[in-house]
Structure formats: C-alpha cells, structure tokens
C-alpha cells in the first residue's frame, strides 16, 4: 500500500513540477509578447505621426506654389486672412506648449519617459474617453421623466387614454 501513496506522491510532484514550468514558460512569453506588442505600436504611431508631417508639409509646399501663380490682387486677397489665421495659431500654439511642458513635467513625475511615443498616444485615448463619457452623461443623462414608453406613444398618437 504505501508503494501506491509512494507512486501517487511522485506523480503528484512530477504534476505540480510540469504546471510550475509551463506557468514560469507562460510569464515569459506574455512578457515577450508584450513587448513586441509595444513595439509595433510605438512603429505604427511613429509612422503615422511622420506621415501625417509629411502630408502637411506637402499641402504647405501646395498652396505656396499655387498662390505664387495668382494673380496680385488674389494675392493680396488671401493674405489678410492668412494673417488673422497666424495670429490666432501663434496664441493657440502657445498655449499648447505650455499645456505639453505640463504634460512632460507630469510624465517625468511618474517616472515616464517623456519621448516614448506610445505615452501620448495612452493620454490622448484616455483623454478622448472622459471627454466621451462626460458629453454621454451631459447629452443623456439626468431626469428621464416618469412616462413609461407605451404611455409616451400613446401621448404622440394622440390616444388620451388616462387622466393626469
């Protein structure tokens, strides 16, 4: 009898020794994939990020070429509210350096790194989120009424059923 429990121990120990392996496998390669997951996003936003200056500079580089082929007056026409739009960008310009020194600083505090890419892209997902949700709550929620539906369509049908 106790060479069956001496057989079931091992068994058991041999078990308990397989599932810690193949947890201590499934850590590492969780970790791996994690990094590698990051790694493509911290490529996919730098990549985006280039390709949307790329085009900017292009359409920039466009319309430059394309007013110096106007006419004067044309011309004269497009600068005045190319100077308001200056005006207007260099004090909004502003105040986003300012908001992202902020930022960085804040970054720096929480031990981020402040040039990793995918650190702006989780603040601007999370930023856009509370936005979202604050503009669901203030849309359509509060007070919804004490109509039920059926007696709200009624109401709109114009079937005057109850007395209030």
């Not at 929620?141 to 049908?157: C, F, I, K, N, R």
Request: without cysteine; charged residues 20%; hydrophobic residues 40%.
């Amino acid at each position: 009898m106790s060479k069956v429990f001496s057989t079931f121990d091992q068994i058991g120990e041999l078990a308990s020794n397989r599932l810690t392996s193949f947890s201590s496998g499934l850590r590492e390669a969780t970790k791996k994939a994690t990094g590698i997951s990051v790694d493509v996003l911290r490529g996919a936003i730098i990549a985006v990020e280039e390709s949307i200056a790329k085009g900017a500079s292009f359409v920039v580089y466009s319309y430059g070429s394309a007013k110096d082929l106007l006419p004067p007056k044309i011309t004269g026409a497009l600068n005045l509210p190319e100077e308001r739009a200056t005006e207007i960008l260099r004090s909004i310009g502003t105040t986003f350096q300012q908001v992202y020194i902020a930022i960085e600083g804040l970054e720096k505090s929480l031990g981020l790194y402040p040039n990793d890419p995918v650190v702006p892209f989780v603040l601007f997902l999370g930023t856009s989120a509370t936005l979202w949700v604050f503009y669901r709550v203030w849309a359509y929620g509060g007070y919804s009424g004490d109509l039920s539906p059926q007696l709200t369509l009624e109401l709109l049908a114009g079937k005057d059923r109850h007395t209030y």
